[in-house]
């Protein structure tokens, strides 16, 4: 056997060898664990952020807010927010997380303010109980 036979032998010899350790290292890495899906759905997303604040924007325009008023409520909205992404679209939990926000919400609200806010929820309960809206 020539040289040339011996080093190229050898080469294909060390990639054969490099290849293999390379997939049993790949093969046997530890994966690590998938996070529980409970945690997922307790996190808000950006997604029901940007939601949060986009009915916080129709509710500041709605309801003709002043500035401090929207400071005041801005937490509320927010605690809300997660709490709504988390319970099933037309659910009587949701309607009763939105009543329990207007209720909140009202120290804040001036007397006007008030009567809006109650059309806003009495809308949603029609909608709940698929009364047409007028």
Same mark, same amino acid.
């Given at each position: 056997?020539?040289?040339? $036979?011996?080093?190229? *032998? $050898? ?26 899906? @409970?945690?997922? @759905? ?9 939601? $949060? ?8 325009? #709605? ?15 927010? $605690? ?17 997380? *939105? ?6 919400? #009202? ?7 008030? @009567? @809006? ?18």
């Amino acid at each position: 056997m020539n040289t040339l $036979s011996v080093r190229f *032998l $050898s080469a294909a010899l060390m990639t054969v060898v490099f290849v293999c350790g390379f997939l049993a290292g790949r093969l046997t890495a530890p994966t690590p664990l998938a996070e529980p899906a @409970i945690e997922t @759905i307790e996190t808000p997303t950006d997604a029901s952020l940007a939601t $949060s604040r986009r009915v916080m924007r129709r509710y500041i325009e #709605d309801l003709d807010l002043t500035r401090e008023q929207s400071r005041q409520l801005r937490p509320l909205f927010e $605690s809300t927010g997660k709490r709504m992404v988390l319970l099933p679209k037309n659910s009587e939990d949701r309607l009763r997380e *939105l009543e329990r926000f207007h209720k909140e919400m #009202d120290p804040v609200l001036s007397p006007e303010q008030r @009567i @809006i806010s109650k059309e806003i929820l009495d809308r949603a309960r029609e909608m709940k109980q698929g009364r047409p809206i007028q």
